[in-house]
């Protein structure tokens, strides 16, 4: 499971719900960019057929420089058709989508700005993506720089792309609330 979001919400969520015997899985790597999700989609996702799928990919896929630089035309491409056929392979699968950050910490303070307008047209997509099929969106770029109002941005990530644990803590407190709209109570 790692030490991060997704293992914040495993915990929570099994505690608070020890009767449904649920299962989590995460098949998150670093560093990875949506061609490469791509390309292990079908059995890291669709052969394991979950009931709810969580979705935080585009940092990567933004800052990546040079041949590994993808342009936002092919993220919401590839994105587009990896939600669409996960909705077409498992009818009924539950899917969250998080929005992709940054914070100006570390070797990102210098070029914030500028890496910023770029991650703005990911978090574009995942937006677009959320309203087209009718997924709920975790906003953490809001989310963080709300966050950073009163606390220093490196409490948060320690490299403005990485996420504390404090980070990761309020990953999983804004997904559980983004969740809220199909997680059933009870």
């Known amino acids: 499971m790692g030490q991060d979001y997704a293992y914040i919400l495993?915990?929570?969520?099994?505690?608070?719900?020890?009767?449904r015997n649920l299962t989590f899985l995460n098949r998150g790597i670093?560093?990875?960019?949506?061609?490469?999700?791509?390309?292990?989609?079908?059995?890291?996702?669709?052969?394991?057929?979950p009931n709810v799928l969580s979705i935080l990919i585009g940092v990567n896929d933004t800052l990546m420089t040079g041949d590994k630089s993808e342009s936002?035309?092919?993220?919401?491409?590839?994105?587009?058709?990896?939600?669409?056929?996960?909705?077409?392979?498992?009818?009924?699968?539950?899917?969250?989508?998080?929005?992709?950050?940054?914070?100006?910490?570390?070797?990102?303070?210098?070029?914030?700005?500028?890496?910023?307008?770029?991650?703005?047209?990911?978090?574009?997509?995942?937006?677009?993506?959320?309203?087209?099929?009718?997924?709920?969106v975790v906003r953490l770029q809001d989310t963080f720089d709300q966050a950073c109002v009163g606390t220093p941005a490196d409490h948060w990530s320690w490299d403005g792309v990485h996420p504390t644990y404090a980070g990761h803590a309020l990953i999983a407190q804004e997904w559980l609330k983004a969740a809220s709209a199909f997680w059933p109570k009870g």
Do not use: C
Request: proline share 5%; hydrophobic share 40%.
């Open 10 to 19: 495993a915990a929570q969520v099994g505690l608070e719900y020890p009767d």
């Open 30 to 49: 670093g560093s990875e960019q949506i061609v490469n999700l791509a390309a292990r989609w079908q059995t890291d996702v669709l052969d394991l057929k």
């Open 72 to 136: 936002v035309e092919q993220y919401e491409s590839t994105y587009d058709a990896l939600v669409a056929k996960t909705i077409e392979t498992l009818p009924g699968i539950k899917i969250i989508l998080g929005e992709p950050f940054l914070l100006p910490v570390g070797r990102h303070k210098e070029s914030y700005g500028s890496e910023m307008i770029e991650i703005k047209k990911r978090q574009v997509v995942v937006h677009r993506l959320g309203i087209k099929f009718h997924l709920p």
